[in-house]
């Protein structure tokens, strides 16, 4: 099991995904691997609290909690996969074009500006379990957008089956037309 984080625009491939690997877990795997490649030339500095990953789709972006299950969130993309990047960044540098709103989001009780907040630090000023339900109302969502496609899938393979037939029954009707005019050329010319 494993996923593709760009960092400084370089895909990096974590692999030894499980279940329960969280996007902090991700993060901490990232600094540790960069640390042993550059050692003291390195230019990711900090504590992994100081980053965050971001799921870019389509051009929207979203900083995911710390507590994010990624391999569960990867594959609840499905088909969408191809279109989905994840990225490391550094949590107060990421300012998304444009956010995507949940509920969450609109009701803020901070004692800070909202506009001073990027996301990222937004989410991790939030308590685990309101984190723990962004995160499920995200999924909710996808599982929407998944469901969606599966019955759009359907109802696109019963056309294509309803077609099939119809053309069937043409080719049957044609190939028996045919025939006939076999038959009235081979008397024509029995005649002659």
Request: hydrophobic share 40%; net charge positive.
């Amino acid at each position: 099991k494993e996923i593709v984080v760009w960092v400084c625009q370089e895909e990096k491939i974590v692999c030894g995904l499980t279940k329960r690997t969280t996007a902090a877990d991700v993060i901490q795997a990232l600094l540790e691997e960069h640390e042993a490649t550059f050692g003291e030339k390195r230019f990711l500095l900090g504590k992994p609290s100081d980053y965050c990953i971001i799921e870019k789709w389509r051009g929207s972006e979203r900083a995911l909690p710390p507590l994010t299950r990624i391999l569960k969130l990867w594959k609840a993309w499905g088909d969408e996969q191809p279109n989905m990047q994840f990225v490391l960044v550094k949590a107060d540098a990421f300012l998304p074009a444009p956010l995507w709103r949940t509920a969450e989001a609109k009701l803020v009780q901070n004692t800070e500006k909202v506009w001073e907040l990027s996301p990222a630090n937004y989410m991790k000023t939030l308590p685990p379990d309101k984190q723990k339900r962004i995160v499920r109302k995200t999924f909710r969502k996808l599982a929407k957008i998944k469901q969606d496609t599966v019955s759009h899938d359907r109802d696109s393979m019963e056309t294509l089956v309803h077609l099939i037939i119809s053309q069937d029954h043409t080719i049957h009707q044609q190939v028996k037309r045919m025939k006939e005019l076999d038959l009235e050329i081979e008397k024509c010319e029995a005649k002659f």
